[in-house]
């Protein structure tokens, strides 16, 4: 929950201007500054996303805004099941799945956050928790819906702290969450994007995507400066 218009035109403004790397890049604005992404970069090879929809596809749920309604401004893609959802809003992996089969049939892309907490890693339950939250897909969604979904492991314990899991720990939760797919289908599992979402930064960047079960960022911090995003960016090419 960041920027005003100004920030947003400023900051997407200044990606625009750098020379782009050849990795795919998507920024995932609040709803009220998605209008004006798709606007700025119409015609880039940014994408956008949002950071949540609704589990309703219409209907009287004031304040809510439906996975239809995105895929109508244009976005693409949209972020669920963020650890701040399932902490702040008490969301279930079963509201979770709810939203990734709107997001499905409105023909977005969904991204969904899987993690742990300190206390759970620190008892060694990261893997149990993983898979619990990541359980509900497999079983309720079929090969074809998996396809089109992209996983993010983002370490509760890592985000906004300063902490990082370390390039081995981050690839020790891809590689389990890559074997839990591979269970349903081999290869859905060599293909299924998981990205690392833990405070990644271009210091940090090279040495997490260079693992072998690391696809990519979800990146949190470093997004609100374009010289770090397109840095890390340049770091996963």
């Not at 701040?84 to 992996?93: G, I, K, L, M, V």
């Not at 759970?120 to 990261?126: G, V, Y």
């Not at 992209?150 to 981050?170: F, K, R």
């Amino acid at each position: 929950m960041h920027g005003s218009q100004q920030m947003v035109t400023d900051l997407l403004e200044k990606m625009l201007s750098r020379q782009a790397p050849s990795a795919k890049l998507l920024v995932f604005p609040p709803y009220p500054y998605l209008s004006q992404a798709i606007q700025l970069l119409a015609g880039s090879s940014i994408g956008i996303g949002a950071q949540d929809c609704s589990q309703a596809d219409e209907g009287a749920y004031t304040g809510e805004v439906s996975a239809t309604m995105l895929a109508d401004l244009g976005v693409t893609h949209v972020l669920l099941g963020h650890s701040e959802r399932r902490q702040y809003h008490a969301e279930t992996d079963a509201q979770v799945l709810e939203k990734v089969k709107r997001a499905l049939a409105a023909g977005l892309v969904p991204v969904v956050c899987v993690g742990e907490t300190l206390a759970q890693r620190e008892a060694d339950e990261t893997n149990q928790v993983v898979l619990q939250q990541l359980t509900p897909l497999i079983k309720h969604l079929t090969l074809a819906q998996l396809q089109k979904v992209v996983l993010a492991y983002e370490p509760v314990w890592a985000i906004g702290t300063g902490l990082t899991a370390t390039p081995d720990q981050a690839q020790a939760v891809h590689s389990f969450l890559r074997s839990v797919v591979a269970k349903v289908d081999a290869d859905l599992a060599t293909k299924i994007l998981i990205l690392y979402g833990g405070s990644m930064k271009p210091d940090n960047a090279a040495s997490l995507l260079k693992m072998p079960d690391i696809d990519g960022g979800l990146v949190g911090g470093a997004s609100l400066d374009a010289d770090q995003f397109l840095a890390i960016g340049k770091a996963a090419e």
